[in-house]
Protein backbone atom coordinates (compact mmCIF):
# COMPACT_ATOMS: atom_id res chain seq x y z
CA UNK A 1 0.00 0.00 0.00
CA UNK A 2 1.32 3.57 -1.00
CA UNK A 3 1.89 5.91 2.14
CA UNK A 4 -0.43 9.08 1.87
CA UNK A 5 2.63 11.12 2.22
CA UNK A 6 4.81 10.16 -0.69
CA UNK A 7 3.39 12.10 -3.74
CA UNK A 8 4.92 9.88 -6.82
CA UNK A 9 4.03 12.84 -9.40
CA UNK A 10 7.00 14.77 -7.09
CA UNK A 11 9.70 12.02 -7.40
CA UNK A 12 12.72 12.26 -5.21
CA UNK A 13 11.89 15.90 -3.96
CA UNK A 14 8.11 14.30 -2.61
CA UNK A 15 10.63 11.16 -1.03
CA UNK A 16 12.60 13.33 1.31
CA UNK A 17 12.49 15.76 3.29
CA UNK A 18 12.45 19.55 2.37
CA UNK A 19 15.92 21.24 2.30
CA UNK A 20 17.73 17.79 0.74
CA UNK A 21 20.46 18.62 -1.82
CA UNK A 22 20.61 15.86 -4.65
CA UNK A 23 23.02 15.30 -7.42
CA UNK A 24 23.36 12.58 -9.92
CA UNK A 25 25.12 11.28 -13.15
CA UNK A 26 28.31 12.17 -14.66
CA UNK A 27 28.19 15.94 -14.67
CA UNK A 28 26.02 16.52 -11.60
CA UNK A 29 28.33 13.56 -9.09
CA UNK A 30 31.17 12.12 -10.86
CA UNK A 31 32.83 15.59 -12.06
CA UNK A 32 31.88 17.55 -9.46
CA UNK A 33 34.30 15.02 -6.90
CA UNK A 34 37.19 14.59 -9.54
CA UNK A 35 37.21 18.92 -9.17
CA UNK A 36 36.96 18.48 -5.77
CA UNK A 37 39.98 16.32 -5.30
CA UNK A 38 42.06 17.92 -7.97
CA UNK A 39 41.66 20.72 -6.29
CA UNK A 40 43.18 19.39 -2.91
CA UNK A 41 45.80 18.06 -4.69
CA UNK A 42 46.56 21.02 -6.55
CA UNK A 43 47.27 22.78 -3.27
CA UNK A 44 49.49 20.07 -1.01
CA UNK A 45 51.60 19.41 -4.29
CA UNK A 46 53.54 22.64 -4.28
CA UNK A 47 55.12 21.16 -1.12
CA UNK A 48 56.11 18.27 -1.92
CA UNK A 49 59.96 17.01 -1.51
CA UNK A 50 63.12 18.71 0.03
CA UNK A 51 61.90 22.23 -2.43
CA UNK A 52 58.44 22.18 -1.80
CA UNK A 53 56.52 25.63 -0.52
CA UNK A 54 55.15 25.89 2.67
CA UNK A 55 51.53 26.97 3.45
CA UNK A 56 49.95 29.36 5.81
CA UNK A 57 46.63 28.24 7.69
CA UNK A 58 44.65 30.05 10.01
CA UNK A 59 42.41 28.10 11.69
CA UNK A 60 38.95 28.55 12.71
CA UNK A 61 40.74 29.26 16.66
CA UNK A 62 42.75 31.82 14.84
CA UNK A 63 46.17 29.82 15.43
CA UNK A 64 48.71 30.02 12.70
CA UNK A 65 50.23 27.23 11.20
CA UNK A 66 53.40 27.52 8.66
CA UNK A 67 53.95 24.26 7.22
CA UNK A 68 54.96 21.89 4.11
CA UNK A 69 53.67 18.20 5.82
CA UNK A 70 50.77 17.69 3.65
CA UNK A 71 48.64 16.00 6.61
CA UNK A 72 48.94 18.84 8.38
CA UNK A 73 47.74 20.60 5.67
CA UNK A 74 44.76 18.80 5.28
CA UNK A 75 44.01 18.16 8.67
CA UNK A 76 43.90 22.23 9.20
CA UNK A 77 42.02 22.73 6.31
CA UNK A 78 38.45 21.91 7.65
CA UNK A 79 37.57 19.75 4.12
CA UNK A 80 33.69 19.73 4.01
CA UNK A 81 33.13 17.99 0.66
CA UNK A 82 32.92 14.47 1.23
CA UNK A 83 34.67 13.29 -1.94
CA UNK A 84 37.92 15.56 -1.07
CA UNK A 85 37.09 14.33 2.47
CA UNK A 86 38.38 10.99 1.92
CA UNK A 87 41.76 12.05 0.23
CA UNK A 88 41.91 13.63 3.76
CA UNK A 89 41.14 10.27 5.29
CA UNK A 90 43.93 8.39 3.19
CA UNK A 91 46.86 10.92 4.10
CA UNK A 92 46.40 10.35 7.83
CA UNK A 93 45.95 7.21 7.84
CA UNK A 94 49.95 7.01 5.51
CA UNK A 95 50.86 9.17 8.25
CA UNK A 96 49.83 7.18 11.37
CA UNK A 97 51.30 3.63 9.57
CA UNK A 98 54.45 5.21 7.53
CA UNK A 99 54.70 8.66 8.57
CA UNK A 100 55.85 9.52 5.55
CA UNK A 101 54.57 9.73 1.87
CA UNK A 102 51.55 11.40 3.08
CA UNK A 103 51.99 13.94 0.21
CA UNK A 104 52.70 11.30 -2.34
CA UNK A 105 49.06 9.82 -1.61
CA UNK A 106 46.79 12.94 -2.18
CA UNK A 107 49.02 14.53 -5.38
CA UNK A 108 49.27 10.65 -6.98
CA UNK A 109 45.04 10.02 -5.65
CA UNK A 110 44.30 13.84 -7.32
CA UNK A 111 46.38 13.37 -10.58
CA UNK A 112 44.60 9.72 -11.25
CA UNK A 113 41.34 11.85 -10.94
CA UNK A 114 42.25 14.51 -13.26
CA UNK A 115 42.91 12.04 -16.05
CA UNK A 116 39.86 10.75 -16.38
CA UNK A 117 38.36 13.92 -17.24
CA UNK A 118 39.46 13.10 -20.61
CA UNK A 119 38.52 9.12 -20.21
CA UNK A 120 34.89 10.39 -19.73
CA UNK A 121 34.93 12.75 -22.83
CA UNK A 122 36.58 10.14 -24.58
CA UNK A 123 33.26 8.30 -24.05
CA UNK A 124 34.56 5.60 -21.51
CA UNK A 125 32.14 4.47 -18.42
CA UNK A 126 33.24 5.46 -14.87
CA UNK A 127 33.34 1.28 -14.46
CA UNK A 128 35.58 1.02 -17.24
CA UNK A 129 38.08 3.37 -15.89
CA UNK A 130 37.66 1.60 -12.43
CA UNK A 131 38.22 -1.72 -13.90
CA UNK A 132 41.16 -0.21 -15.97
CA UNK A 133 42.78 1.69 -12.07
CA UNK A 134 42.55 -1.31 -10.40
CA UNK A 135 43.77 -3.87 -13.06
CA UNK A 136 47.34 -1.45 -13.11
CA UNK A 137 46.76 -0.82 -9.62
CA UNK A 138 47.32 -4.82 -8.87
CA UNK A 139 49.93 -5.30 -11.46
CA UNK A 140 52.10 -2.77 -9.94
CA UNK A 141 51.91 -4.30 -6.54
CA UNK A 142 52.10 -7.49 -7.10
CA UNK A 143 54.87 -7.63 -10.23
CA UNK A 144 56.35 -4.31 -10.70
CA UNK A 145 57.36 -2.71 -7.59
CA UNK A 146 58.62 -5.24 -5.64
CA UNK A 147 61.63 -6.04 -8.03
CA UNK A 148 62.74 -2.63 -7.53
CA UNK A 149 63.43 -3.04 -4.02
CA UNK A 150 65.78 -5.68 -4.76
CA UNK A 151 68.16 -2.70 -6.31
CA UNK A 152 69.10 -1.50 -2.86
CA UNK A 153 70.59 -2.91 -0.37
CA UNK A 154 68.09 -2.92 2.63
CA UNK A 155 68.64 -1.96 5.91
CA UNK A 156 70.27 -4.85 8.01
CA UNK A 157 70.29 -3.87 11.78
CA UNK A 158 67.84 -2.06 13.14
CA UNK A 159 70.15 -1.59 16.31
CA UNK A 160 73.03 0.05 14.14
CA UNK A 161 73.05 3.49 14.63
CA UNK A 162 74.26 4.10 10.79
CA UNK A 163 71.80 1.87 9.27
CA UNK A 164 68.33 3.96 11.04
CA UNK A 165 70.45 7.17 10.05
CA UNK A 166 70.61 5.93 6.46
CA UNK A 167 66.55 5.13 6.23
CA UNK A 168 65.03 8.38 8.28
CA UNK A 169 67.47 11.31 6.23
CA UNK A 170 65.46 11.35 3.13
CA UNK A 171 62.04 11.18 5.28
CA UNK A 172 63.74 14.48 7.27
CA UNK A 173 65.44 15.92 3.68
CA UNK A 174 61.57 16.30 2.52
CA UNK A 175 60.45 17.96 5.28
CA UNK A 176 63.49 19.90 6.55
CA UNK A 177 66.29 19.90 4.05
CA UNK A 178 70.00 21.23 5.69
CA UNK A 179 68.57 20.32 8.86
CA UNK A 180 68.65 16.32 8.18
CA UNK A 181 72.56 15.97 9.00
CA UNK A 182 71.33 17.85 12.52
CA UNK A 183 67.95 15.79 12.80
CA UNK A 184 68.70 12.12 11.62
CA UNK A 185 71.43 11.41 14.30
CA UNK A 186 69.41 13.03 16.95
CA UNK A 187 66.09 10.46 15.64
CA UNK A 188 68.45 7.38 15.42
CA UNK A 189 69.74 7.69 19.19
CA UNK A 190 66.16 8.60 20.16
CA UNK A 191 65.02 5.15 18.69
CA UNK A 192 67.61 3.53 19.36
CA UNK A 193 66.97 4.46 23.38
CA UNK A 194 63.71 3.34 23.33
CA UNK A 195 64.08 -0.25 21.43
CA UNK A 196 63.78 -3.33 22.76
CA UNK A 197 67.20 -5.28 24.12
CA UNK A 198 66.73 -8.91 22.85
CA UNK A 199 64.57 -10.23 19.61
CA UNK A 200 63.14 -8.15 16.23
CA UNK A 201 64.12 -4.46 16.18
CA UNK A 202 60.90 -2.51 17.48
CA UNK A 203 59.89 0.10 19.48
CA UNK A 204 56.07 2.14 19.86
CA UNK A 205 56.08 5.73 18.66
CA UNK A 206 54.83 7.45 21.88
CA UNK A 207 58.21 6.55 23.09
CA UNK A 208 59.99 9.07 21.66
CA UNK A 209 58.78 12.58 22.85
CA UNK A 210 59.62 15.82 22.37
CA UNK A 211 60.48 18.91 24.53
CA UNK A 212 60.51 22.44 22.94
CA UNK A 213 62.55 25.17 24.40
CA UNK A 214 62.42 28.89 21.96
CA UNK A 215 65.26 29.87 21.29
CA UNK A 216 69.28 29.06 20.26
CA UNK A 217 69.39 27.15 17.01
CA UNK A 218 68.75 23.42 15.84
CA UNK A 219 72.64 22.51 16.31
CA UNK A 220 71.96 23.06 20.13
CA UNK A 221 69.41 20.38 20.15
CA UNK A 222 70.32 17.27 21.85
CA UNK A 223 68.47 13.87 23.31
CA UNK A 224 68.09 12.58 27.09
CA UNK A 225 67.54 9.18 27.80
CA UNK A 226 64.58 9.74 29.92
CA UNK A 227 62.14 12.59 30.51
CA UNK A 228 62.13 16.40 30.48
CA UNK A 229 59.41 18.18 32.57
CA UNK A 230 59.53 21.91 31.27
CA UNK A 231 59.76 23.87 34.61
CA UNK A 232 62.11 24.11 37.79
CA UNK A 233 61.71 22.19 40.85
CA UNK A 234 59.73 23.28 43.76
CA UNK A 235 62.16 22.60 46.62
CA UNK A 236 65.99 24.32 47.12
CA UNK A 237 67.62 21.11 46.67
CA UNK A 238 67.68 20.77 42.69
CA UNK A 239 69.82 17.31 42.42
CA UNK A 240 69.53 13.24 43.09
CA UNK A 241 71.39 10.53 41.94
CA UNK A 242 70.79 6.89 42.11
CA UNK A 243 67.32 8.19 43.52
CA UNK A 244 63.83 6.41 44.21
CA UNK A 245 60.69 8.00 42.65
CA UNK A 246 57.58 8.42 44.23
CA UNK A 247 54.42 9.24 41.75
CA UNK A 248 51.75 11.28 43.48
CA UNK A 249 48.56 11.28 40.67
CA UNK A 250 47.19 14.16 43.82
CA UNK A 251 48.36 17.20 45.21
CA UNK A 252 50.76 16.80 48.34
CA UNK A 253 48.29 19.22 50.70
CA UNK A 254 45.89 18.67 54.07
CA UNK A 255 43.04 16.66 52.11
CA UNK A 256 39.42 18.48 52.49
CA UNK A 257 36.38 15.86 53.48
CA UNK A 258 33.51 16.32 51.24
CA UNK A 259 31.03 16.37 54.12
CA UNK A 260 30.67 19.55 55.25
CA UNK A 261 31.77 20.08 59.10
CA UNK A 262 32.07 22.51 61.33
CA UNK A 263 35.05 22.73 64.13
CA UNK A 264 34.08 24.92 67.35
CA UNK A 265 37.14 26.78 69.24
CA UNK A 266 36.89 28.05 72.72
CA UNK A 267 40.36 29.39 73.12
CA UNK A 268 43.27 29.94 71.80
CA UNK A 269 44.67 26.82 72.88
CA UNK A 270 42.10 24.98 71.14
CA UNK A 271 42.97 26.65 67.75
CA UNK A 272 47.09 25.94 68.67
CA UNK A 273 45.97 22.35 68.79
CA UNK A 274 44.50 22.08 65.93
CA UNK A 275 46.73 23.82 63.59
CA UNK A 276 49.73 20.91 65.72
CA UNK A 277 47.42 18.43 64.58
CA UNK A 278 47.77 18.83 61.27
CA UNK A 279 51.17 19.60 60.96
CA UNK A 280 51.59 16.45 63.02
CA UNK A 281 49.24 14.32 60.41
CA UNK A 282 51.57 15.94 57.71
CA UNK A 283 54.58 15.13 58.89
CA UNK A 284 53.97 11.56 59.08
CA UNK A 285 52.94 11.17 55.47
CA UNK A 286 56.42 13.44 54.53
CA UNK A 287 58.20 10.84 56.90
CA UNK A 288 56.56 7.67 55.76
CA UNK A 289 58.04 8.58 52.13
CA UNK A 290 61.43 9.13 53.89
CA UNK A 291 61.57 6.54 55.59
CA UNK A 292 60.98 4.12 52.47
CA UNK A 293 64.18 5.56 50.74
CA UNK A 294 62.61 7.93 48.62
CA UNK A 295 64.68 10.83 47.56
CA UNK A 296 61.88 12.38 44.53
CA UNK A 297 58.33 13.38 45.11
CA UNK A 298 56.28 14.33 41.99
CA UNK A 299 52.77 15.64 42.63
CA UNK A 300 50.12 16.08 39.88
CA UNK A 301 48.58 18.77 41.40
CA UNK A 302 49.44 21.81 44.13
CA UNK A 303 52.07 21.63 46.87
CA UNK A 304 51.33 23.10 50.22
CA UNK A 305 53.81 25.32 51.79
CA UNK A 306 53.59 22.85 54.98
CA UNK A 307 54.32 19.98 52.47
CA UNK A 308 57.09 21.34 50.96
CA UNK A 309 58.61 23.02 54.56
CA UNK A 310 58.53 19.21 55.85
CA UNK A 311 59.87 17.67 52.30
CA UNK A 312 63.03 20.05 52.74
CA UNK A 313 63.61 19.41 56.25
CA UNK A 314 64.01 15.44 55.14
CA UNK A 315 66.08 16.37 52.10
CA UNK A 316 64.14 14.99 49.15
CA UNK A 317 63.36 16.96 45.85
CA UNK A 318 59.83 17.61 44.91
CA UNK A 319 58.61 18.35 41.54
CA UNK A 320 55.01 19.41 40.46
CA UNK A 321 52.95 18.75 37.02
CA UNK A 322 50.06 19.44 35.99
CA UNK A 323 49.54 17.19 33.16
CA UNK A 324 47.65 13.76 33.81
CA UNK A 325 49.67 13.14 30.28
CA UNK A 326 53.43 13.90 31.14
CA UNK A 327 52.70 12.29 34.44
CA UNK A 328 51.92 9.25 32.40
CA UNK A 329 55.24 9.61 31.03
CA UNK A 330 57.26 10.01 33.54
CA UNK A 331 55.56 6.76 34.89
CA UNK A 332 57.05 5.35 31.75
CA UNK A 333 60.47 6.62 32.33
CA UNK A 334 61.25 5.37 36.04
CA UNK A 335 58.91 2.55 36.15
CA UNK A 336 56.59 4.28 38.97
CA UNK A 337 52.54 3.69 39.72
CA UNK A 338 50.93 7.25 39.78
CA UNK A 339 48.94 6.94 43.54
CA UNK A 340 46.21 8.54 44.36
CA UNK A 341 47.03 8.44 48.07
CA UNK A 342 49.13 9.97 50.20
CA UNK A 343 51.54 8.15 51.91
CA UNK A 344 54.34 5.93 52.02
CA UNK A 345 54.77 3.64 48.78
CA UNK A 346 55.59 -0.21 48.71
CA UNK A 347 58.33 -0.92 46.65
CA UNK A 348 56.13 -2.17 43.73
CA UNK A 349 55.05 1.54 43.61
CA UNK A 350 58.49 3.12 43.65
CA UNK A 351 59.99 4.37 40.01
CA UNK A 352 63.92 4.43 39.93
CA UNK A 353 65.94 7.50 38.10
CA UNK A 354 69.85 7.58 37.70
CA UNK A 355 70.22 10.76 37.65
CA UNK A 356 67.59 14.28 38.63
CA UNK A 357 68.76 17.57 38.13
CA UNK A 358 67.77 21.21 37.14
CA UNK A 359 68.97 22.86 34.87
CA UNK A 360 68.48 26.64 32.63
CA UNK A 361 67.82 26.29 28.95
CA UNK A 362 67.37 29.24 26.79
CA UNK A 363 67.03 31.13 30.15
CA UNK A 364 63.97 28.97 31.33
CA UNK A 365 64.52 26.18 33.68
CA UNK A 366 63.96 22.68 33.21
CA UNK A 367 63.87 18.97 35.44
CA UNK A 368 65.55 16.17 33.48
CA UNK A 369 65.19 12.75 34.73
CA UNK A 370 68.18 10.72 33.20
CA UNK A 371 68.75 7.40 33.26
CA UNK A 372 72.23 5.90 32.46
CA UNK A 373 72.51 3.88 28.82
CA UNK A 374 71.09 0.55 29.14
CA UNK A 375 69.08 1.40 32.18
CA UNK A 376 65.94 -1.12 32.42
CA UNK A 377 63.76 0.95 34.06
CA UNK A 378 64.27 3.78 31.13
CA UNK A 379 61.73 3.32 28.14
CA UNK A 380 61.21 6.42 27.03
CA UNK A 381 63.59 9.08 25.36
CA UNK A 382 63.52 12.76 24.82
CA UNK A 383 64.66 14.73 21.78
CA UNK A 384 65.23 18.39 23.34
CA UNK A 385 64.87 20.79 20.33
CA UNK A 386 65.58 24.24 20.13
CA UNK A 387 64.99 26.80 17.74
CA UNK A 388 64.30 30.47 17.37
CA UNK A 389 60.39 30.96 16.51
CA UNK A 390 57.40 29.02 17.63
CA UNK A 391 56.34 28.01 13.99
CA UNK A 392 59.89 26.53 13.22
CA UNK A 393 60.03 24.58 16.27
CA UNK A 394 56.45 22.77 15.72
CA UNK A 395 57.68 22.57 12.18
CA UNK A 396 60.90 20.70 13.69
CA UNK A 397 59.03 18.46 15.72
CA UNK A 398 56.77 17.31 12.79
CA UNK A 399 59.59 16.08 10.66
CA UNK A 400 61.07 14.30 13.92
CA UNK A 401 57.42 12.63 14.45
CA UNK A 402 57.30 11.24 10.26
CA UNK A 403 61.35 10.54 11.09
CA UNK A 404 60.66 8.29 14.03
CA UNK A 405 57.29 6.59 12.51
CA UNK A 406 59.44 5.73 9.43
CA UNK A 407 61.96 3.94 11.84
CA UNK A 408 59.74 2.25 13.62
CA UNK A 409 58.40 0.96 9.63
CA UNK A 410 61.88 0.19 8.98
CA UNK A 411 62.36 -1.89 12.08
CA UNK A 412 59.58 -4.23 10.47
CA UNK A 413 60.35 -3.92 6.88
CA UNK A 414 63.98 -2.62 6.04
CA UNK A 415 63.41 -3.11 1.82
CA UNK A 416 64.56 0.21 0.17
CA UNK A 417 63.25 1.48 -3.45
CA UNK A 418 64.54 4.35 -5.51
CA UNK A 419 63.66 7.97 -4.58
CA UNK A 420 63.61 11.06 -6.03
CA UNK A 421 60.85 10.17 -8.77
CA UNK A 422 62.85 6.51 -9.48
CA UNK A 423 60.52 4.25 -8.79
CA UNK A 424 57.59 6.35 -9.90
CA UNK A 425 59.08 6.85 -13.39
CA UNK A 426 60.21 3.44 -13.84
CA UNK A 427 56.50 1.97 -13.06
CA UNK A 428 54.89 4.52 -15.62
CA UNK A 429 56.91 2.96 -18.28
CA UNK A 430 56.33 -0.61 -17.18
CA UNK A 431 52.18 -0.01 -16.84
CA UNK A 432 52.49 2.09 -20.35
CA UNK A 433 53.96 -1.39 -21.61
CA UNK A 434 51.53 -3.34 -19.87
CA UNK A 435 48.66 -1.13 -21.23
CA UNK A 436 50.23 -2.22 -24.83
CA UNK A 437 49.60 -5.60 -23.85
CA UNK A 438 45.37 -5.43 -22.57
CA UNK A 439 42.90 -5.49 -25.48
CA UNK A 440 39.64 -4.48 -24.03
CA UNK A 441 38.46 -0.54 -23.40
CA UNK A 442 40.21 -0.71 -19.89
CA UNK A 443 43.63 -0.26 -21.44
CA UNK A 444 43.14 3.62 -21.71
CA UNK A 445 42.61 3.61 -18.28
CA UNK A 446 46.11 1.95 -17.96
CA UNK A 447 47.75 3.98 -20.24
CA UNK A 448 46.05 6.79 -18.02
CA UNK A 449 47.31 5.37 -14.44
CA UNK A 450 50.51 5.34 -16.14
CA UNK A 451 51.02 8.75 -17.10
CA UNK A 452 49.44 10.19 -13.70
CA UNK A 453 52.99 8.49 -12.13
CA UNK A 454 55.06 11.01 -13.60
CA UNK A 455 53.01 14.14 -11.29
CA UNK A 456 56.17 12.83 -8.76
CA UNK A 457 59.22 13.55 -10.98
CA UNK A 458 57.31 16.48 -12.02
CA UNK A 459 56.86 18.24 -9.63
CA UNK A 460 59.88 17.50 -8.35
CA UNK A 461 61.68 19.41 -11.26
CA UNK A 462 59.27 22.34 -10.74
CA UNK A 463 59.62 22.84 -6.96
CA UNK A 464 63.03 22.63 -7.44
CA UNK A 465 62.77 25.42 -10.22
CA UNK A 466 64.27 23.27 -13.05
CA UNK A 467 62.74 23.22 -16.68
CA UNK A 468 60.65 19.95 -15.92
CA UNK A 469 59.24 19.15 -19.60
CA UNK A 470 63.71 18.78 -20.49
CA UNK A 471 64.02 16.86 -17.32
CA UNK A 472 61.11 14.22 -17.64
CA UNK A 473 62.19 14.11 -20.97
CA UNK A 474 65.99 13.27 -20.05
CA UNK A 475 64.57 10.76 -16.97
CA UNK A 476 62.38 8.55 -19.35
CA UNK A 477 65.29 8.16 -22.17
CA UNK A 478 67.67 7.20 -19.28
CA UNK A 479 65.21 4.59 -17.60
CA UNK A 480 64.54 3.55 -21.22
CA UNK A 481 68.34 2.82 -21.54
CA UNK A 482 67.96 0.59 -18.13
CA UNK A 483 69.29 3.05 -15.98
CA UNK A 484 66.90 2.26 -13.07
CA UNK A 485 67.74 4.34 -10.72
CA UNK A 486 68.21 7.61 -12.18
CA UNK A 487 66.27 10.36 -10.06
CA UNK A 488 65.96 14.17 -10.15
CA UNK A 489 68.93 16.05 -9.23
CA UNK A 490 67.24 19.05 -7.13
CA UNK A 491 70.78 20.51 -6.50
CA UNK A 492 71.31 21.09 -10.74
CA UNK A 493 69.28 24.36 -10.09
CA UNK A 494 71.28 26.86 -11.85
CA UNK A 495 74.21 25.24 -12.96
CA UNK A 496 74.33 25.59 -17.12
CA UNK A 497 74.21 22.69 -19.33
CA UNK A 498 73.17 20.22 -16.33
CA UNK A 499 70.77 17.50 -16.91
CA UNK A 500 68.63 17.75 -14.28
CA UNK A 501 68.75 14.01 -13.71
CA UNK A 502 70.96 11.76 -11.14
CA UNK A 503 72.06 8.79 -13.08
CA UNK A 504 72.39 6.87 -9.73
CA UNK A 505 70.34 8.32 -7.39
CA UNK A 506 71.50 8.46 -3.26
CA UNK A 507 67.78 9.06 -2.34
CA UNK A 508 66.10 5.76 -0.59
CA UNK A 509 62.07 5.79 0.13
CA UNK A 510 60.83 2.75 2.20
CA UNK A 511 59.41 0.15 -0.01
CA UNK A 512 56.80 -0.03 3.43
CA UNK A 513 55.94 3.75 2.75
CA UNK A 514 55.74 3.60 -0.84
CA UNK A 515 53.64 0.78 -1.03
CA UNK A 516 51.46 1.57 1.45
CA UNK A 517 51.48 4.96 -0.47
CA UNK A 518 50.18 3.82 -3.67
CA UNK A 519 47.34 1.14 -2.21
CA UNK A 520 45.69 4.22 -0.19
CA UNK A 521 45.68 6.50 -3.27
CA UNK A 522 44.28 4.11 -5.66
CA UNK A 523 41.52 3.06 -3.26
CA UNK A 524 40.66 6.68 -2.54
CA UNK A 525 40.71 7.30 -6.19
CA UNK A 526 38.28 4.66 -7.57
CA UNK A 527 36.04 5.06 -4.00
CA UNK A 528 35.34 8.31 -5.36
CA UNK A 529 35.31 7.27 -9.23
CA UNK A 530 32.37 4.70 -7.78
CA UNK A 531 29.89 7.61 -6.31
CA UNK A 532 27.28 8.54 -9.13
CA UNK A 533 24.96 10.15 -6.82
CA UNK A 534 25.35 12.60 -3.84
CA UNK A 535 22.29 12.98 -1.50
CA UNK A 536 22.86 15.61 1.18
CA UNK A 537 20.04 16.05 4.39
CA UNK A 538 19.25 19.40 5.22
CA UNK A 539 22.17 20.91 7.66
CA UNK A 540 21.09 20.71 11.56
CA UNK A 541 20.55 23.74 13.25
CA UNK A 542 18.92 25.34 9.86
CA UNK A 543 22.50 26.18 8.20
CA UNK A 544 22.22 25.35 4.70
CA UNK A 545 24.96 22.52 3.27
CA UNK A 546 26.82 23.11 0.13
CA UNK A 547 29.52 21.67 -1.48
Known amino acids: M ?58 HLGRIIVTSDCATIVKELEIEHPAAKMLQLAAEAQDFECGDGTNLVVSFAGELLS ?13 DVVAGFTKAGDKLMEDFLPPLAELITPMADGRVKEELERVVKPVLAAKQLGSEDVLAPLVAEACLGTMSSSGKPSFSAESVRVAKILGGDISQSHVVNGFVALRG ?13 VVFGCGIEASATEAKGTVLMKNADDLKNYNKTEEKKMEEIIKGVADSGVK ?18 YGMVCLRIGSKWELRRLCVATGATALVRLGAPTPDEMGHCDHVYQKEVGGRPITVFAQAEGSKASKLSTIV ?21 AARAACKNGKLVPGAGATEIELSLKIGAFADTCPGLD ?11 EVVPRTLAENAGLDQGKVLTALVAAHANG ?5 VDIDA ?34 TVLRVDQIIMSKAAGGGGGGM
Do not use: W
Open 2 to 59: TSMAYNQAAGLGGMLKKGHKSMQGLQGATLRNVEACHEISTITRTSLGPNGMNKLVVN
Open 115 to 127: QTEDLFRMGLHPS
Open 233 to 245: LETTLTTAKDAKV
Open 296 to 313: VLVAGGSVSEMALHFIER
Open 385 to 405: LRASTSSVLADLERAIDDGVH
Open 443 to 453: QYAIRAFGKAL
Open 483 to 487: KTCAG
Open 493 to 526: MGIDGASGICDETKVYDLYQSKASAFRLAIDAAV
